[in-house]
């Protein structure tokens, strides 16, 4: 039922047998919050889609089924606390297969399969509360891209994880341009799911506790690809997170994409890989064996503080909840049932603490991303790392500040100075710009902007606070023309154009 492309083969593997897992044997550890979680469908009406198995070719504008999990006050209740089925039926629906018997659903989707261990997954209790009320607060967001073809809970552990710890994730399922099908991997399918991300982007906005400065893509397999390409598209992305992403194995489809440009991916970027494939199945199964060690995008990137690890326990399909759930297993490479979950928590703990440095800044969080993962207390036989800094970028901060009308210009400096540490604006290119647009006719609110940022940055400058102040006056805002002089005397008593203003104000 589902065509993968070609670095997926490993999934479907000759030699398998049944995996025994639970999500109590996950054993990941929640945050501070309780989980909630909705699921709707929103409609894109810039684009057309035909829902083939209503049978009629009747053109309808593409719906885009979310799902969003996100932090709640609300305590555990066994009326609302979903179970694995419940994610299912969101399959079901997303399968277009909404009124297949839930009876029938292992069966039917080949992702799943229909064993006894299967079975015992589907009344599983997850953590997530259905339809619960946000929490008051600002919280970063992850928007996540599924892997081919797949639906938006598939990977609602991790998920869950991520929103009990403070983070709000939304998702959506990926699909062809035209159908739910997708052609094949190529750059066509890249680029429609990176439409369906940007309709995210748009869509997060809709939610008063998002904190739109704080904005972090993840996507698996295919959806990384996807990512990379949405991360050349958009400025507002603060960090992206990589499962196994194809990005790494198809660097080709990217390359093609009109948006390909490596100078705008200028972000924190971490990527996760898949064990070695062991050359039994590169032979039988004709893959080329540079998959193992070739990773095109990470030695092309120069802007981004790159991350690139392996996790030696994982074979691809386990980058995902319902992988690690419900896959069969394949002898000739997979790991234990018990190492495999092992390994998704690391993915787990890994995933939240980069998230912790680039989205809310944490000191702890961004000493563990530096560390090695000996260092981390992990036995390398289980993770493999390998990093690069970014290399000194000439950000052009005027383009960005001018962009948004030079508004809101500290929040602005301190997202880019985040992105990009050695971001320096001089103190003298400040004071010019401020003074050029302060008197230049309708743009003096801007030129007071460029001062407030200035003596944000440079808080001991009497000059700036003299040319702030000389703005306030020709805006004829006396009252804070004062203060900002006096300001500067505080600084540079000798300053004489403050002495003998401040006496012509006051007189």
Do not use: C
């Amino acid at each position: 039922m589902r065509t993968l492309i070609l670095v997926i083969l490993v999934l479907f593997q000759v030699s398998l047998v049944n995996g025994q897992t639970s999500l109590k044997e996950i054993n990941l550890i929640n945050g501070a919050y309780n989980v909630g979680f909705k699921h709707y469908t929103a409609i894109d009406s810039t684009r057309i889609y035909i829902v083939e198995n209503e049978f009629n070719n009747q053109l309808i504008n593409r719906p885009i089924p979310i799902s969003i999990w996100y932090p709640t006050n609300i305590k555990n209740s066994d009326d609302d606390q979903l179970t694995v089925l419940d994610y299912l039926e969101i399959l079901k629906e997303e399968e277009e297969s909404k009124n297949l018997p839930n009876e029938l659903v292992l069966d039917w989707f080949p992702d799943l399969g229909d064993t006894p261990q299967n079975r015992a997954h589907l009344s599983e209790k997850v953590n997530a509360l259905s339809n619960a009320k946000f929490l008051e607060g600002k919280f970063p967001v992850v928007v996540y891209a599924p892997s081919y073809q797949a639906s938006s809970i598939e990977n609602f552990v991790l998920f869950e994880y991520l929103a009990s710890n403070g983070f709000v994730v939304i998702s959506s399922p990926s699909r062809g341009t035209d159908t739910r099908w997708l052609e094949g991997g190529t750059t066509k399918d890249m680029e429609t799911q990176s439409r369906d991300v940007a309709f995210l982007l748009k869509e997060i906005h809709t939610y008063e506790y998002i904190d739109l400065d704080r904005i972090a893509l993840m996507g698996f397999s295919f959806g990384g690809l996807s990512n990379a390409i949405t991360v050349m598209k958009n400025k507002n992305i603060s960090a992206i997170v990589s499962l196994d992403g194809t990005e790494r194995y198809n660097y080709t489809v990217l390359e093609k994409s009109p948006y390909f440009n490596l100078d705008r991916f200028d972000i924190p970027y971490i990527h996760f890989a898949q064990k070695d494939i062991p050359e039994e199945v590169l032979t039988s199964d004709k893959i080329p064996a540079e998959l193992n060690y070739k990773f095109q995008l990470y030695d092309s990137l120069k802007y981004s503080n790159v991350y690139s690890y392996k996790f030696h326990d994982l074979t691809h399909s386990y980058f995902g909840s319902i992988g690690v759930l419900f896959s069969y297993r394949d002898k000739r490479q997979d790991k234990s049932d018990a190492e495999i979950m092992a390994s998704y928590k690391l993915l787990s703990q890994h995933t939240l603490q980069f998230l912790n440095a680039t989205l809310k800044n944490e000191a702890d969080a961004k000493e563990f991303i530096e560390n090695s993962p000996v260092k981390n207390s992990i036995p390398e036989n289980l993770i493999s790392k390998k990093m690069k800094k970014s290399l000194t970028k000439e950000l052009d901060f005027n383009d960005l500040a001018l962009h948004q009308g030079y508004g809101d210009l500290i929040p602005l400096y301190k997202k880019e100075k985040a992105k990009h540490p050695t971001l320096k604006l001089e103190e003298g290119m400040l004071n010019n710009l401020g003074l050029r647009l302060s008197f230049n006719a309708g743009k003096m609110e801007q030129g007071i902007n460029v001062f407030l940022l200035a003596v944000h940055i440079y808080p001991n400058s009497a000059n700036l606070y003299d040319s702030l102040a000389l703005a306030y006056l020709y805006n004829k805002d006396i009252k804070n023309a004062i203060a900002n002089y006096k300001k500067s005397l505080e600084l540079d008593p000798e300053n004489q154009n403050a002495i003998d203003t401040l006496k012509r104000l006051e007189e």
